[in-house]
């Protein structure tokens, strides 16, 4: 699966919702914009391996990088940071 087939799956809730960021305003249409950022769509383990996954299949060491990055930061901004090795 691609990186932009595995991020347009993991939003389509939103991108679905009673209340779209278009709305009709007399004979125009304006477009209300809204923040994105997508550690905020990577609260599981689940959902970090498979953009994980799809970015690894993409093959792009930037964009790599750039997805562990925002795996990490999804962690540090839920709590749940990966579990540190001890010595025993």
Known sequence: MSIQNWVFD???PALTSPNPPISAKSRSMT???IRF??????????QQ???LE?????????LIATIIGDI???????GSD????TDE
């Open 10 to 12: 993991l939003l389509q």
């Open 31 to 33: 477009l209300e914009t």
């Open 37 to 46: 950022d997508i550690q905020d769509f990577l609260k599981t383990p689940e």
């Open 49 to 51: 391996a498979g953009i």
């Open 54 to 62: 799809a970015a690894l299949e993409d093959g792009d060491p930037d």
């Open 72 to 78: 990490r930061e999804a962690q540090r901004r839920n």
């Open 82 to 85: 990966a579990p540190k090795a």
